[in-house]
Structures are given as C-alpha cells and as structure tokens.
C-alpha cells in the first residue's frame, strides 16, 4: 500500500512559479510510474504529466508542455512538479497518482492517491 502525500501548492500571480512535492511511503517507490493531475471546479480529473520508475522517460499534456516539469528522486521517494509561467487556467486542486504499471502517457492505470493540493493563480 502507498501512501502520497502532495505540498507546495498555494497562491500565485499569473506568470509566477510553484514547485510542487509528493512524498511517497508504504511501497517500493522505484517500482511505480508516477502522475500529477488536476480537477478544476467543475470539470473532471485531467492528466498533467507522468514519469517513468526509473524517470527516464516523461510524458506531458499538451497545455503544459514547455511551462511544467516533472522530476523524481527515487533516493527521497518523492516526485515533483516545478510549474513556470502559470496561468489562471491552470488553477486546479492538484493530485499526485502511482501505477505499477509502465507509464505510457495515457493516465491510466493509477491505483494510489494523494489528497491533493490547491494551486490558484491570479490574473
């Protein structure tokens, strides 16, 4: 069982930046694909990013792409978002996800889940 704890988020101008964390236990971090996503106030859970258990490999969504990074520490068993040039649109309660399964781009596959964590960005 994994447990995935999310911080960093908060409160932010249009333009700035936030890095966000999730701190995993309970599991063999290195073993799981880890995923941030996002659920905006009435709209449903959307894909942002995902990497690969070794981190060798990154997938984006299309709106992030070129403005947010994923990363991963497998010595901290902990996966990060640094997010730059943020927009209002990007306003979300953000989770952080893991899937024993090969991280393919496609969202899919994750069991384990974060509380998640609120990023607001003002214009």
């Known amino acids: 069982q994994v447990q995935l704890v999310e911080s960093g988020g908060g409160l932010v101008q249009a333009g700035g930046s936030l890095r966000l964390s999730c701190a995993a236990s309970g599991g063999t971090f290195s073993s799981y694909a880890m995923g941030w996503f996002r659920q905006a106030p009435g709209k449903e859970r959307e894909l942002v990013a995902e990497i690969s258990a070794r981190g060798g490999s990154t997938y984006y969504a299309e709106y992030v792409k070129g403005r947010f990074t994923i990363s991963r520490d497998n010595a901290k068993n902990t996966v990060y978002l640094q997010m730059n040039s943020l927009k209002p649109e990007d306003t979300a309660v953000y989770y952080c996800?893991?899937?024993?399964?090969?991280?393919?781009?496609?969202?899919?596959?994750?069991?384990?889940w974060g509380q998640g964590t609120q990023v607001t960005v003002s214009s």
């Open positions: 996800a893991a899937s024993p399964r090969v991280a393919t781009g496609s969202g899919l596959g994750y069991g384990y």
